[in-house]
């Protein structure tokens, strides 16, 4: 009895030698999942029905790792006297919290218990390098009406479903506007916002409409168990503005219909190794609750701890935890949506965790000109993928603030909610896709997709042009709808950098509409002509010009 006890007291302070945390945050591994009323036969007993729907939809089967970890190993760890915290059946583990070195060495000499690891230390000064360094907000005057307020608003009045107001720019960008023109505005998808807090989610006026319309499912926090997201930071009520955000002349999101689950992973306090933990937590938990969509605006590199710290070789998509957990969201038939860096202009100038993920979206950013932000964490991952997957605006991006007002946001965490809130609406309008064909769509979409690079990725992605490479219909020149009523919608390829020209003729040669001038970029172009709805009934001409070559078609305009 004297020597298992001096043995326990060994086992116990080797433990926390080794750990040298104060407090102690640790990962308990089991060996298996034995002893567990769960059954791969019976997923509906820990999958939800849009969880399982999802999978049989993209023909992915139930695996072990579906498995929630065994009830009682977690009954026998929590037995020692130790705070559970989160559980990870894609890890099979549980993280734990206790000061007590002896409950350690116990849990420790269990037959189920693979090991112990430590994996966070505090330190109130630190900040997140993801959202806090570069991620920057200007105010905006909302009496003053600018010309580009001006010149949004008048575009949304005339052929726009929504008023964007000041949003119109990163909408437009890449072409969402199209998919809610016609209708594909998130509804029946289910994004989840794992993120470091929703300050405020439950008040501001910006997502009234989204309680209203009971589309916020719910809210859990992974860091403190129980906790009140809504008291946290800010961090995660702005990038949900961005896609759920409705206050029509100053913000309208990227998904304004869709549901939304609000998961906080990251304590915002802190830089720790079990933040991605409990990430991997959260991500399991958008699984089984059946999202579609994961937007994640966070990252992770250097922690409070420097024997925590990434290195650029750990970047290769099965290393990091966080982003080992990514690829596995991804395998379940979810697309993660996740933040390239604020790093670009840092000697860590590469992205982070998870962002080097395998099959999921990794969005940098541009500014409103559609011009690299410097701020912007590069590729390539460490095994040579490209990275970022593709960009849109994170540089002046408009966002809600804490007042339920707006203002202009700086980072790569708001380029990846404008993006995440159009894939959702994508996937929509196209639910019989798998999760890698609406991938692969939007990257043929982008400005570069035929030279990819480290800034910029596969470039802008137009989803306008993803609908019809989805369909099965792009053409060089698109013009559609044949016959039009009240709008045209023109999606066309360039290979360079010019202008164009677009004319209507009616049968007799007459001009009955023009316009000059409009710039192109290289990729798909998308423009929509909201002018013709006083054009009279009949058989028209279109012609597009650029650079000496013209294209014409047929058109029936009708009512």
């Known amino acids: 009895m004297k020597k298992y006890l001096l043995f326990t007291i060994s086992l116990a ?10 407090p102690h945050k640790y990962l308990v591994k089991f060996t298996d999942k034995n002893n567990s009323p769960y059954s791969i036969s019976n997923p509906s007993s820990f999958l939800s029905v849009k969880a399982i729907t999802r999978r049989l939809n993209q023909g992915i089967t139930i695996k072990y790792n579906d498995l929630p970890v065994s009830p009682a190993y977690v009954d026998s760890i929590i037995n020692t006297g130790v705070t559970l915290l989160c559980k990870s059946k894609w890890f099979n583990s549980v993280t734990i919290y206790t000061t007590d070195s002896l409950a350690l060495a116990k849990i420790q000499s269990f037959p189920f218990v693979v090991g112990i690891d430590s994996v966070a230390r505090i330190n109130k000064n630190s900040q997140n390098p993801i ?17 580009e307020y001006q010149n949004n608003n008048y575009a949304n009045a005339k052929i726009n479903s929504y008023d964007y107001g ?60 129980g906790g009140d997201v809504f008291r946290k930071h800010v961090h995660g009520m702005m990038v949900l503005s961005i896609m759920g955000g409705n206050i029509p002349g100053q913000i309208v999101g990227t998904a304004p219909k869709a549901n939304y689950w609000l998961l906080r992973s ?13 990430w991997a937590s959260a991500a399991e938990f958008a699984d089984s609750v059946g999202a579609d969509v994961i ?15 990434h290195t650029y070789s750990d970047m290769n998509g099965h290393t990091a935890p966080g982003s080992i957990a990514a690829a596995i969201a991804a395998s379940k038939g979810i697309i993660v949506c996740n933040s390239a860096g604020n790093s670009g202009s840092d000697t860590w100038h590469y992205i982070g965790c998870p962002a080097d993920a395998d099959s999921i979206l990794t969005v940098g950013a541009v500014d409103n000109k559609k011009k690299y932000a410097s701020f912007s964490s590069t590729g390539p991952t460490a095994d040579g993928r490209i990275k970022p997957t593709v960009v849109t605006q ?8 804490t007042q339920g007002g707006v203002v202009s946001g700086s980072g790569t965490s708001f380029s990846s909610p404008v993006l995440a809130g159009a894939v959702a609406c994508l996937w929509q309008a196209f639910p019989s896709k798998t999760y890698m064909q609406i991938i692969e769509a939007i990257k043929k979409s982008a400005s570069q997709f035929n030279n990819p690079d480290s800034l910029l990725g596969y470039g802008i992605p137009n989803f306008a042009a993803a609908c019809l490479i ?17 709008i045209l919608h023109i999606l066309f390829y360039s290979d360079d950098i010019d202008c164009v020209d677009i004319d209507i003729f009616d049968i007799t040669g007459k001009k009955v509409y023009s316009e000059a001038g409009l710039h192109r970029n290289t990729g798909y172009n998308y423009f929509s002509i909201g002018k013709v709805s006083n054009i009279a009934k009949g058989l028209y001409i279109i012609r597009i010009s650029s650079n000496g070559n013209i294209f014409s078609r047929k058109l029936m305009k009708v009512e």
């Open 295 to 309: 937007n994640s605006s966070l990252g992770y590199t250097v922690f409070d701890a420097p024997w925590m710290d």
């Open 266 to 278: 990251e304590d915002a306090a802190t830089e720790n190794i079990i933040e991605e933990y409990n």
């Open 13 to 22: 302070f080797a433990i926390v030698s080794n750990a040298q945390l104060a």
């Open 131 to 147: 959202f806090a360094q570069n991620n920057k907000l200007s105010p905006i005057d909302l009496s003053g009406k600018s010309a």
């Open 166 to 225: 000041f949003a119109f720019n990163q909408i437009s960008m890449i072409s969402a506007d199209f998919l809610h023109n016609h209708e594909y505005c998130g509804q029946g998808m289910t994004i989840a916002v794992i993120d470091a807090g929703f300050w405020n989610v439950d008040s501001l006026s910006v997502f009234d409409s989204l309680w209203i319309n009971n589309q916020i499912l719910g809210f859990k926090d992974f860091v403190e168990p």
């Open 470 to 486: 989805l369909a099965g219909t792009i053409h060089n020149v698109n013009v559609f709808p044949n016959p039009f009523s009240n």
């Open 394 to 401: 994170g540089q002046g991006t408009y966002v809600a603030n």
